[in-house]
């Protein structure tokens, strides 16, 4: 194999990593009958196309020509890689990007056996059919020409990346957020339950305004509706639109619920003894000013916090989140997306 410069090799990573992200935009947006600017980036670019096309030509320099070899070390090498990314990312965004946990002989939903078969698949092209010709091309590049556009490239996807890693943050945050918000919700609605002493026909009545459940659910029609509205206006207004709406459908659902649990606890309140518990007293108390501030949080909550979130899960429609399968399905829903 010819020896690359330093900026010869950027120029490959980011060729391979525009590939990739051509790729699999058309790919997924055929499966998924929309247009899917695919990837956890903002531009068009797919980092692990990338690195597994360098990987792939770095072991397999010493088979060149021997296609069998080729195919089982590209094969290994890119599917190594393959799992360490998922691994990484899902430890640290607690979300997983891919997940391959339906195939049929998977390890872990980081791998399966068709993803290794088609890298090796993959690896045959590229080292025969793919790579030889963009080498040709590339090499005649001015040395000079080729530096400055490589760390042009750099500089420009570093940025790139630390907006994007922020913004994988926030979905993280937004999951830890909500899911954390429904728990202490539910939980409170159940002690104003007890606590309260509510007749059959009060209860149920109450149970119903404080479904919280039922609000999630109905997120699915609320969105599907509000695909419908503003046809007229710009794609990207109309989306904006939307989420405004759903969001805005979803906060009133949620202090609804919270007004009829603190409803129920102040008007416990007003029945309290003085030979009720002093301590009863001050855990009523407690739990007024903890739905006072979650109310306060709810209601300064703005379509912003969710925006780079759900751009993320547009970007990848099979994002799975194992701790926060309910919230996950929430905000597919506020993006107007099926699971």
């Known amino acids: 194999m010819h020896t690359y410069t330093v900026s010869q090799w950027i120029l490959f990573f980011f060729f391979y990593c525009f590939c990739g992200w051509l790729w699999e935009s058309c790919y997924v947006s055929v499966c998924q009958r929309r247009w899917v600017n695919r990837g956890f980036l903002h531009g068009p670019l797919l980092p692990i196309y990338g690195f597994g096309?360098?990987?792939?030509?770095?072991?397999?320099?010493?088979?060149?020509?021997?296609?069998?070899?080729?195919?089982?070390?590209?094969?290994?090498?890119?599917?190594?890689?393959?799992?360490?990314?998922?691994?990484?990312?899902?430890?640290?965004?607690?979300?997983?990007?891919?997940?391959?946990?339906?195939?049929?002989?998977?390890?872990?939903?980081?791998?399966?056996?068709?993803?290794?078969?088609?890298?090796?698949?993959?690896s045959v092209l590229l080292v025969r059919f793919v790579h030889p010709p963009v080498a040709k091309l590339l090499v005649r590049i001015p040395a000079l020409v080729a530096e400055i556009g490589a760390y042009a490239l750099v500089a420009a996807t570093s940025m790139d990346v630390v907006q994007s890693f922020r913004a994988a943050l926030d979905l993280k945050e937004v999951l830890i957020r909500l899911t954390e918000e429904n728990e202490e919700l539910r939980r409170l609605a159940r002690r104003a339950e007890v606590v309260s002493a509510f007749a059959e026909d009060d209860l149920r009545r109450f149970r119903e305004k404080t479904a919280l459940d039922c609000s999630l659910l109905t997120a699915a029609l609320e969105a599907r509706y509000s695909q419908h509205q503003e046809k007229r206006q710009s794609r990207r207004m109309r989306r904006k639109l939307q989420l405004e709406e759903a969001l805005r459908r979803r906060t009133e659902n949620k202090l609804q619920a919270l007004r009829a649990i603190v409803e129920a606890l102040e008007n416990y309140c007003d029945h309290l003894t003085d030979q009720t518990p002093e301590q009863r007293r001050a855990e009523v108390d407690v739990w007024l000013e903890r739905l006072r501030d979650r109310e306060a949080a709810i209601r300064t909550r703005s379509a912003k916090t969710y925006r780079q979130a759900l751009r993320i899960l547009r970007g990848n429609p099979s994002a799975a989140a194992r701790r926060f399968p309910e919230v996950m399905e929430t905000l597919r829903r506020l993006s107007g997306r099926k699971s």
């Open 53 to 122: 096309a360098l990987i792939i030509l770095l072991a397999t320099i010493r088979v060149q020509g021997q296609d069998v070899l080729v195919f089982l070390f590209g094969m290994i090498a890119a599917t190594a890689l393959e799992y360490v990314t998922g691994y990484v990312m899902e430890r640290i965004f607690q979300v997983r990007y891919w997940d391959y946990s339906h195939q049929r002989f998977q390890l872990n939903g980081y791998i399966c056996l068709s993803s290794s078969l088609a890298w090796g698949v993959f």
